[in-house]
């Protein structure tokens, strides 16, 4: 019988959802084209060539390596792409993703990432093709909602804000503002103006966000109302801090 | 801000906050802040909210304007003011306790969305060290704090430029 991962426990929606993002069964909500990505991501203009940072890998002549034969190299890495990062923000008033499972979503799902997970961020780094293909993706789909959640590469302040009166979490570098009944954005992550506007569509209405987010939050869905994950955490935090996490 | 129309030295002040659920967009705060100013026995206010910068402080972008639409100039009272932040909170000084019940109704009517209202102490009355250091004493002789208004005090940061930061609103005829 084939294995089928189990990614988290617990039956609730706030669980449901974080087995969704973690298995990349996620939803396509919105269309974004690949030159929308890549100028809010402000890492090249759109429609240039990748700059790298070595020959391609097939030009190269790598060294006799067993692990090197197996292994298959992405294609930013064959490429010899640099290095890019995308960096979001997620409100804590019940955005899609919280910092910790979009980490998940990249790591679990993608190869040749480094994420960084911060209190009120999430950071991957990749090949830079790699990497817009990761962001093209939680772009897209049911991890993100524009009105609670933003790419930003710096001055991330706003993710623990009350929301604006338009619902939409605070962005001091006014990077993406609601126009209209959708979402617009013509700054790239890091504040500079772009040549463009970026309709990221509508924001998700608050019964939705409380449907499809992955944070546990008193007066939505309380971590407290899911006994199995409970059980779960508190069996985990049993096992590392009594046994030094071995278990055997 | 600061109202000199509504000075007593007889009345005991307190303190109360208006905490909205929402952080408020330039329209709604400049009602809110004309509404509070139209209260009777209103004597200073501070606002707080998360900052509506000039121009991007870090990163790669560092320097680029921001030209964030809601920084802008509001009037309360007459008096013309830029609001740079996004208004998250209002701390007001009143001038008793039956003021707190005016200026709850006040708030309620201009907000679209509930609010927490609680009495505290939140501007400070008294001179500290800092202030001692940033003003001086009046005289020689006279060992009081070196300021015409004392309710100047705990309005903004010792270390703050007040220019731009404190607004007086004169009294108007109506009142």
Known sequence: MAYTPQYYPGSTSVAENRRKHMSNNVEKLREVSDEDVTAMLGHRAPGTDYPSTHPPLAEMGEPDCPVR????????????????????????????????????????????????????????????????????????????????????????????????????????????????????????????????????GKPMSSDEANKRTTFYRVGNVAFRDDAEVIEWTQRIWELRSVYGYQPK | MVDSNS??????????????????????????????????GVIRMVIQGPSLPNRVACGPGAGTPVNHPDRRIINVSGHAFELNIRLGRVQVEIEDRSVKEKLRQAVDEVLPFPFEYREGFFIRRKATLTDYAKYGFKSKTDESINLDDERLLGLIDPKAKAKDRICMLEPTEER
């Open chain 1, 69 to 200: 034969e197996i292994v298959t190299p992405t294609p930013g890495t064959a490429a010899g792409d640099r290095v890019r990062y995308v960096q979001w923000a997620d409100s804590m008033y019940n955005a899609p993703s919280t910092p910790y499972w979009r980490s998940y979503h990249a790591a679990i799902n993608h190869r040749g990432v480094d994420p960084g997970t911060l209190s009120g961020r999430a950071v991957v780094e990749a090949r830079e093709r790699d990497m817009e293909l990761i962001a093209k993706e939680q772009i897209e789909t049911e991890m993100t909602c524009p009105g609670l959640a933003g790419l930003r590469g710096c001055t991330v302040h706003g993710h623990s804000c009350r929301l604006q009166e338009d619902g939409v979490m605070f962005d001091m570098l006014d990077r993406r503002r609601l126009e209209g009944d959708s979402i617009v954005q013509d700054k790239d992550q890091v504040g500079v103006p772009i040549d463009r506007k970026v309709n990221m």
């Open chain 2, 7 to 40: 000075v007593s030295g007889k009345k005991k002040p307190i303190q109360v906050e208006i905490f909205p659920q929402r952080v408020l967009m330039p329209d709604t705060a400049e009602q809110l802040l004309n509404a509070i100013d139209k209260v009777q």
